[in-house]
């Protein structure tokens, strides 16, 4: 009742109610049972369904006039609330009714419409959050005014008379209606909001000061005049002043107010005012000295509660140091005692204080505790203990902290590992005593977790072997030794099957001398390895069994015999880059010199920050633990994040090794908009590997995929232009691939990437924030259904995402909305239909935009929704074509014209170029071998379907130019038809084309044109680029 | 912020389910399983607390019925512990001596207490006394 959501599965309930499912009798008792039954969600016919709607439709109108009963209100809202979010005229119906009620002298009906109001009945349909926007605009001032009196109003008698019954529901809708929409109260609600927290009745103290921690979380400057009332509603609690005693709970008084009141005050930034500062630190000192253990739980609990919050107030306002000393010595207590909830909040705590003070020196006196905590058999507590051992970590216990991360790592539930191989990695590369301890924490990682160890962790070993430069190098062999144990083992991950193979092809022949580890041996053992492994391992498989071939000392001619053997039986290999490698390990192999050039020794690395403290720090940036940050950066959300599984708690997103198209699409990215074109891009493949595929021809490039287009849709800076900037800020945005091209690839087919931009931070390259559009397209006739695409891949949610279609007049399209919102690392699909009316070239333009932080993007895209698309290939016999040919006796129905300045193309490269815009070439049909006879059926709402035919005279002399005679039965496609086809032949599909609207309909203005791609030479001269898609 | 709260007994049957977030139908149904799987198996022993995808779940026990609530991650833990038993004190007060028959027979009235002790996902009244003298207004206004 009162609004209540009833949407929970008591069937056993609904029984209880006996009633009829239409309520034709107008007795009282019966429209309870049949409201209470629709009410509760059952699922009736459709044909029930109407009838119940349209009875909804007589009902709440007429619920103010014909039903004075209360009970009939309650119905009222009882329906309202189930039945809102599906109907939105009804909703505007039902915000006038609410309103009455509000403004109402009714109290019973106020305290209705305020439940009502605070229910999130808004969808998660578009339709529905309309709907909640009004809801909040309409009533937001009204609610206000139940709130407070105020001398001006004219409505002084509501918040006079009000009791606190409406009074706190009125605060707590208002919070609602907030939280909907934030404009929805405004600043001079200030002074209101700070003489509601003089309230006597901690009831609307309590609902108030939930409002204010909203309000003040969103702008702490406009509400500074409520900081001194909060300190005195502490103080008022603190002292046990006024506290009625049903609000003490269990000789607390309102522990939940307490906590709240220092939740808000944590949103301001400091306390000015030297008096307040002083009482609000004698009541924190109050709290964090007079609390003790006790017996009773819940006593225990709620007095807890409030020492937690008064830590997190005093971290926050960063106190003098006696008083911080004394909330470390409480914490470091708290971590150590066997009460499991408390020690929970003892390490959460302990690990936001890391971030406020230097505390390590007392920390690390508890750091056998920790551990303890960290083989706790509660998961909650184990996450916790390892956050903050992760905290805590220095140079003097790394070792030891890590060695235990690792011991752990083996005995760790699955859900855990990934985070624990990430932090282990990253404090092992932080803070490493010494290299070899290094190399040995990654290897063990590797083998522990292989699977959670991504493909940055390795190369970054390798990248620290090679650049290491100490005098007896004593680590190269180290690495190689190690890793030659490791693939003693019987099961390896792949992953030490390419650190492995990868180092002891570099450094193989440094352990020449020590038994097992000839160059043969190596061999034989690297060998063994290879049918268990997957195609992206036997490239580097094959490097290694190259330089170990190179390295033999003396040249080994039984390992040559091997070797070869290998590479011969993977020259047919069906993998491009396997088939490559060992084609040209073979044929330089018998070079000699030339094989000890291209295989020298891999040259030192550049220096950089590693990828994977960046990621840690990337991490780190959101999902930053510290109460401060978080709760500054907390946004009054609405919706439970639901598409993205992964903790916020400090947890590290889940690391994936990277996918192909992860990296084909950062890293040209990374290495053509780059800053500093010398160190291209923290991606440590393309280093690694660099050297040893340099003689991988730039055909290699191809295989590095830029979506389904292909590699022609390489990055330029110049198109960004064909972004339609919204204001300066797009600036930021570059676009990866052409627009233009992308346009046109996807002309020709079905599905692909039309639009894809990184967002690029200042000098951070490696941004994962690729955000490709594509299209899934089917055509049936002169009806097509697309299906737009949007992935979030960034790992913050992109805002404000708004598509629009401005479709030329030819074109019926209708786009299904698109979220406001994409979560991170979310795919949002949104179907559009499209409908061709009559021939035309016009192209239909996608307005598209999105918010990513605080900067706007937007781009007008055109929709590969064009005249090729409505035709539907046929081939037609010289009994059918001819006929048909004559009957077309001429213009305006057949047009013929000589088109000079085409582009010269042989007979067969055009019959494709035809085929592939659906226009099908006949062969055998011209007695000239130099002809073309083309046939098509188009397909429109205007004319049906209409065959239409082609025929092309070229001139061998001459390929610049041709004669060409459309026909169909229709003028305009005639003409529109020759103009197509006359545009493909004329320019190079990648370049822009004039989008004159042909028959005067008002086509939207094209995007600019754009300039020519780079040339792939270019891209084939990045070995960056190159090397990503080798792998 | 309170996200949902759920009533679950021990079996996955939901008692008594309010969200205070705007979901659709199917995405309750998963996350009522899933809150059922989470916080079933849990020892005693074990801290209430438990994340729930990007959120954390204050849970407590009594008898074979479980409270859980979603709340932000950066919520108070213990006061929304507590908060669940007072809530249960005050059903208890109500039904004297509750249990979870009487959830399951007189489930408007537990949602008529639950709309008056919390409203659009903060708490709202934490008086026991002036929740049950509300019930009694409220009960005397349906007669």
Redesign the interface.
Known sequence: MEGYDVDFGHMEAVSLISAPKYPEKQDEKNRWGYLFESSLGIKLEQSEMKIIESKIYILFPALGILFSLIGSRYVGYIVTSCLLNENHDFLRLAINTVRNDIIGRNETFQCLALTLDSEPLTSLKPVGNIGGRDFAESLAPDVQKLLVSDPQDDMLWISSSCRPLVRKKAALCLLRLFRKNPDAINVDGADRMAQLLDERDLGVLTSSTSLLVALVSNNHEAYSSCLPKCVKILERLARNQDVPQEYTYYGIPSPWLQVKAMRALQYFPTIEDPSTRKSLFEVLQRILMGTDVVKNVNKNNASHAVLFEALSLVMHLDAEKEMMSQCVALLGKFISVREPNIRYLGLENMTRMLMVTDVQDIIKKHQSQIITSLKDPDISIRRRALDLLYGMCDVSNAKDIVEELLQYLSTAEFSMREELSLKAAILAEKFAPDLSWYVDVILQLIDKAGDFVSDDIWFRVVQFVTNNEDLQDILKPYAASKAREYLDKIAIHETMVKVSAYILGEYGHLLARQPGCSANELFSILHEKLPTVTTPTIPILLSSYAKLLMHAQPPDPELQKKVWAVFRKYESSIDVEIQQRAVEYFELSKKGDAFMDVLAEMPKFPERQSSLIKKAEDVEDTADQSAIKLRAQQQPSNALVLTDPQPVTGAPPPLKVPTVTDRSLSQPNGSLSSIDPQTPSADLLSDLLGPLAIEAPPGTVSTEQHGPIGAEGAPDEADGSAIVPLDEQTNTVEVIGNIAERFHALCLKDSGVLYEDPYIQAGLLLTELLRPIGLKAEWRGHHGRLVLFLGNKSTSPLTSVQALILPPAHLKLELSPVPDTIPPRAQVQSPLEVMNIRPSRDVAVLDFSYKFGTNVVSAKLRIPAVLNKFLQPLQLTSEEFFPQWRALSGPPLKLQEVIRGVRPLALPEMANLFNSFRVTICPGLDPNPNNLVASTTFYSESTGAMLCLARIETDPADRTQLRMTVGSGDPTLTFELKEFIKEHLITIPTGSRALVPATGAAAPPPPPPVAQPPSPAALADDPGAMLAGLL | ?I??ILLQNRQG?????????????S??HK?EYEVHRLVVN??S???????F???KVIYRRYAGLFFSL?V???D????Y???I??FVEILDHFFSNVCELDL??N??KV??I??EFI????????????IIE?MSE?EK??Q
């Open positions: 912020m996200r949902f049957k939901t008692r008594l389910a309010k969200y205070y977030v705007p979901l659709e139908e995405e309750k996350v849990r020892d022993k074990f801290t209430n607390f438990v994340e995808r990007t959120h979603c932000d991650i950066t108070n833990e213990l006061a512990l507590e908060c038993h007072l399951v027979f489930f408007h949602y008529l639950l709309d409203l659009a996902g903060e708490l709202q009244e934490t008086s026991k006394r002036a509300r409220l206004l349906q």
